[in-house]
């Protein structure tokens, strides 16, 4: 598949998607740890980070590969800033 053939509404409509699944995935694994954050998080989000950056390194569109990550970042320190 050409990248001239993605529809860009189902893209954005898929990274909205997994974006909530994201944050219901930290959720439920933050109810299990007491509602706080801890190690727990910390190394779920560099292990995310981790696979993410390895799976985008030969990504030919960098700047999307880091729009991606940052997408990633931006959903762990949401969750960070909710146990403040």
């Given at each position: 598949m050409q990248s001239s053939d993605i529809d860009?509404?189902?893209?954005?409509?898929?990274?909205?998607?997994f974006n909530v699944a994201l944050e219901e995935s930290l959720k439920?694994?933050?109810e299990k740890n007491g509602n706080?954050?801890?190690?727990?998080?910390?190394?779920?989000?560099e292990l995310a980070l981790l696979r993410a950056?390895?799976?985008?390194?030969?990504?030919q569109?960098?700047?999307?590969a880091a729009a991606a990550i940052a997408a990633v970042e931006?959903?762990?320190t949401r969750m960070r800033a909710g146990f403040a």
């Open positions: 860009p509404a189902a893209l954005g409509f898929t990274v909205v998607a439920a694994l933050a706080r954050p801890g190690p727990w998080l910390d190394e779920v989000q950056r390895g799976r985008l390194t030969d990504a569109e960098q700047d999307a931006s959903v762990f």
